[in-house]
């Protein structure tokens, strides 16, 4: 990852080889992401799209033909055998696949190595208005250039860096500096074992008190759509209710719980290892156990 310094512009954020390749030629950290995509991907061309892909990040700007892989019927997450059957039977006429590591709704982790060996992609990645990251192997550097820059003009460094334009923006740079220093400190492995076990004590919570078989007839029930398997998830779970979601929302928003609503039914909680504790996960079952009654009332 290259932040900007006092030579050339840029300089390197060494010691967070975890988050980033093991050569620092093949990173950029640069604009947005819809920029990015766009010196990326010429009109045109067929991407495989995760369904529902996230809003924050929009492919309006292409002329493209986006082959959506859908989950079997019944069903709210994808398989990854399903996801690999559509690279298989479509092949080279797939120029694109373009996946999050996790799905913004259902809160499903992607299996993005075997998914990556399958297609052998070019990976990029960002948050919602954050800066974009761009990786590209280095056996790529003189073949994989911007899509829509006029060649004859310009004369671009190979790899990467080709597709940077001027320097990323400082003040996201600053927070994300800052970010990785406390992520540093922590650990992802300390990190993602509070994870799965703050995530399951959550699970645990809303099936023990709010699923179908432990509900009253007039109780509200509540789903959980996110995958149960630790290994296909993050820290999010993203929960449906047999009532519409709109008052419960506003309910929980009242009583100062932090959650995020997605259309068409959905409100995505996630209790964040880093600053929550399984004290924040009790509290939150009976917050919204007190919004429940509010709503059914």
């Known amino acids: 990852i290259y932040l900007p310094g006092k030579s050339r512009g840029q300089r390197k954020l060494a010691g967070y080889r975890p988050w980033v390749a093991e050569d620092y030629s093949n990173v950029l950290l640069c604009t ?11 009109p045109y061309i067929l991407l495989l799209l995760e369904p529902s892909f996230t809003p924050t990040s929009h492919l309006d700007m292409f002329q493209c033909h ?35 590591g996790l799905h913004f709704y259902t809160g499903q982790l992607f299996n993005m190595p075997a998914i990556t060996k399958a297609g052998q992609a070019k990976y990029l990645n960002t948050g919602a208005g954050g800066l974009a990251g761009a990786f590209v192997h280095e056996k790529h550097a003189y073949t994989i250039k911007p899509a829509n820059i006029n060649f004859s003009e310009l004369q671009l460094i190979p790899g990467v860096n080709g597709f940077r334009i001027s320097n990323p923006p400082i003040l996201l740079v600053c927070s994300l500096h800052a970010s990785l220093e406390i992520f540093k400190q922590a650990t992802m492995k300390a990190l993602r074992r509070k994870s799965i076990l703050l995530t399951g004590y959550l699970e645990y919570m809303i099936k023990h008190y709010f699923s179908q078989d432990k509900a009253e007839s007039k109780k509200t029930v509540v789903n959980i759509i996110t995958p149960s398997c630790i290994e296909e998830r993050g820290c999010q779970l993203t929960l449906t209710f047999s009532i519409p979601i709109k008052h419960i929302f506003q309910e929980l928003e009242k009583r100062g719980v932090v959650c995020d609503k997605r259309e068409p039914d959905g409100i995505r909680v996630a209790p964040v290892p880093l600053y929550n504790s399984f004290h924040d996960v009790y509290k939150f079952i009976n917050l919204l156990t007190s919004a429940l009654g509010s709503v059914e009332t």
């Open 66 to 100: 986006s082959l959506n892989s859908s989950p079997p019927t019944g069903e709210d997450t994808l398989r990854l055998e399903d996801i690999l059957e559509v690279i298989e039977n479509e092949g080279d006429s797939i120029a694109v696949i373009l996946f999050s």
């Open 32 to 42: 947005g992401l819809d920029l990015i995509n766009h010196l990326s991907f010429p």
